[in-house]
């Protein structure tokens, strides 16, 4: 695996699906980048990047008050030393909590049926899936921010 040239240097940008880990050879890229993550994430990245881009179209008005809170205005925080450092969530977490919205506000995801479509391997199917409950796709590194992101969906 390898990182494209133009990935961001900071954990805090804004991350395009088509620049994301990809095999070294040149000759894989095309027939073997979405094999090489979990069926659902490559579709759903490209859709939310274009919602993203496209101003958050869809979502309700709470939505898009909390993304533009979140993403677009600074978080100024006090240090013990008195100086202020800005804080910014990773972009993964932006992106997990862009998901979610997503699929909630945009999609009405209901059930794992509305998940499904977004399969782009033809791997998942209906009978993977035996619990009734919701499944919300975030995929996170360990570390990464996981229990920051619960408190954004909980908000």
Same mark, same amino acid.
């Given at each position: 695996?390898?990182?494209?040239p133009e ?8 991350? =395009?699906? #088509?620049?994301?880990? /990809?095999?070294?050879?040149? %000759? $894989? !890229? *095309? ?24 101003g ?5 008005e709470t ?16 240090q013990? =030393?008195g #100086?202020?450092?800005q /804080?910014?969530?990773?972009? %993964? $977490? !932006? *992106? ?45 590194a360990t ?8 408190s954004?969906?909980?908000?």
């Amino acid at each position: 695996m390898a990182l494209h040239p133009e990935f961001p240097k900071s954990p805090h940008g804004v991350v =395009d699906p #088509s620049l994301r880990w /990809f095999p070294a050879d040149e %000759a $894989q !890229r *095309e027939t073997t980048i979405d094999k090489l993550m979990p069926p659902l994430v490559p579709q759903l990245r490209r859709k939310v990047a274009e919602w993203r881009a496209g101003g958050y179209v869809g979502a309700t008005e709470t939505s898009r008050c909390l993304l533009k809170w979140w993403f677009q205005k600074p978080h100024l925080i006090e240090q013990f =030393d008195g #100086s202020v450092q800005q /804080f910014e969530y990773f972009f %993964a $977490q !932006r *992106e997990a909590i862009e998901t979610v919205i997503w699929l909630i506000d945009v999609v009405g995801y209901k059930d794992k049926y509305d998940l499904i479509r977004y399969d782009s391997s033809g791997a998942v199917s209906a009978g993977m899936f035996d619990e009734d409950w919701r499944r919300l796709v975030i995929k996170m590194a360990t570390g990464s921010g996981k229990t920051k992101v619960l408190s954004l969906v909980l908000a």
